[in-house]
């Protein structure tokens, strides 16, 4: 590293705000160094706003190193870039020369135990990744709570020991990404803020904070203006970021369908003030994109992104004070459990305070339940213990249900359900509770 601007994730998205711009960037992995490399570099001379990504394999997300070992001898190719495996030498060949005032590399895992992960990442030079004790425990594996604390803790301070005159070690929150769909923006802004807190007791200086587009246009922008405001008030000490997410869920299975759901995440980044755009391609639905498709994604996604700056729409955001009221209030009952970020995250998951809808890991209390209403956005059936306003339950949803509000956006992408939102009706039986 000769330059202080070489490692600075979070200062190359703020120039780029400073230009007027916001930073797209691609979910890109692939086994083979040479690729990788391929990949990365064109990203980088794309002329656009652009972050690199090197998206770690299952395997090593998962530390099954034996699997990986057996994968990689048979000749498969992996859904990721083998990044412990592979040896600092190589990872240094694929990022060398890259890196600069306008570019910079993040790392994307997916592990509730990312130690050997980060350590890897760091040995060959790079120092932005993402994940959360939380976000990147519950979805993802059936480690106890604790002891993701624990790894994150760990993890927060590794990077946080980076920092210097060369060095501005960035980790991103998961948070508001929360199982990827059918999630109320109150509990992915309030995961994600408590996330960032977390990152910074434990040392981080510069953290970006993450939401994903989700069933209603306006809804969404409601929840970027929460989470910034929110931002402004917990983070105001360090260097923060918006990163917003292209939907998670079930993508439209057609082109068509899935440029429509990409220029509309674009018109999304730009009314909430997002800083930065994970972008999605067209293949998505069906297999892992080639380099090629990522740079296309990303061009129409700078593209899209212009065109909405140019073309204001007037917007309405009524649901605002109950959305940035509503994650407050959970923020603050999780905090007031202990000053320990770490242990006040735990505790919250044991009372009840924070419930993941449809998340089935062991720690989660399971009574909250989610729907979408009939005008299209998420709102809760059954809150369980969190200290919110109750929903209508006692409330379950049917299989058929369930699976009609999963395929919802891709359905109504792709022209096979009405433009106007669905008129769903909640389902409720008084006979059973809510888990």
């Not at 086994?31 to 972050?51: E, I, Q, W």
């Not at 203006?225 to 931002?231: D, G, I, K, P, Q």
């Not at 917990?234 to 998670?248: E, G």
Request: proline fraction near 6%; glycine fraction near 10%; include cysteine.
């Amino acid at each position: 590293m000769t330059t202080a601007t070489q490692q600075d994730f979070g200062g190359v998205v703020r120039r780029a705000r400073a230009r007027g711009e916001i930073v797209v960037q691609p979910r890109m992995g692939f086994s083979d160094p040479a690729l990788m490399r391929s990949g990365l570099a064109a990203v980088a001379a794309l002329k656009a706003a652009t972050a690199g990504t090197i998206t770690v394999d299952s395997y090593t997300r998962l530390g099954d190193y034996a699997a990986l070992r057996s994968a990689l001898d048979a000749g498969e190719n992996l859904n990721g870039y083998p990044l412990v495996t592979a040896g600092e030498q190589t990872t240094r060949k694929i990022t060398q020369g890259l890196a600069d005032d306008g570019f910079q590399i993040q790392v994307r895992h997916g592990s509730p135990a990312p130690l050997d992960i980060v350590r890897a990442m760091t040995d060959a030079g790079l120092c932005a990744t993402e994940g959360g004790p939380l976000s990147y425990c519950l979805p993802y594996s059936r480690l106890p709570a604790a002891e993701s604390v624990e790894n994150w803790r760990r993890t927060c301070e590794l990077l946080a020991a980076l920092h210097g005159p060369d060095t501005v070690p960035h980790l991103e929150t998961f948070g508001g990404c929360l199982m990827g769909q059918l999630c109320p923006p109150e509990l992915l802004i309030a995961v994600s803020i408590l996330e960032g807190i977390f990152f910074r007791q434990h040392g981080l200086r510069s953290v970006s904070l993450s939401y994903t587009q989700q069933t209603h246009h306006a809804q969404d922008r409601e929840a970027l203006t929460a989470l910034r405001t929110l931002a402004g008030e917990y983070l105001a000490d360090i260097d923060w970021h918006i990163v917003l997410y292209t939907y998670m869920g079930v993508f439209p299975a057609t082109a068509d369908g899935a440029r429509r759901l990409r220029r509309q995440a674009a018109r999304l980044a730009v009314e909430g003030h997002a800083d930065r755009l994970i972008v999605k391609t067209g293949a998505e639905a069906h297999r892992i994109p080639t380099v090629a498709e990522n740079t296309t994604a990303l061009l129409d996604a700078a593209d899209d992104l212009t065109a909405a700056a140019g073309n204001p729409l007037p917007g309405n955001d009524d649901g605002i004070h109950t959305v940035l009221h509503d994650a407050r209030t959970l923020i603050e009952a999780t905090l007031e459990l202990s000053r320990d970020v770490g242990a006040a995250l735990t505790g919250a998951l044991r009372r009840g305070y924070l419930d993941v809808p449809f998340c089935l890991h062991p720690d989660n209390p399971g009574r909250a339940v989610s729907r979408i209403d009939r005008t299209g956005r998420l709102t809760w059936l059954s809150v369980g213990a969190m200290p919110l306003r109750p929903g209508p339950g006692p409330a379950a949803l049917t299989s058929t249900e369930l699976l009609a509000d999963l395929a919802h956006v891709a359905n109504h992408f792709d022209g096979l359900e009405p433009r106007s939102p669905l008129p769903h009706q909640p389902h409720l039986d008084s006979g059973r509770n809510s888990q």
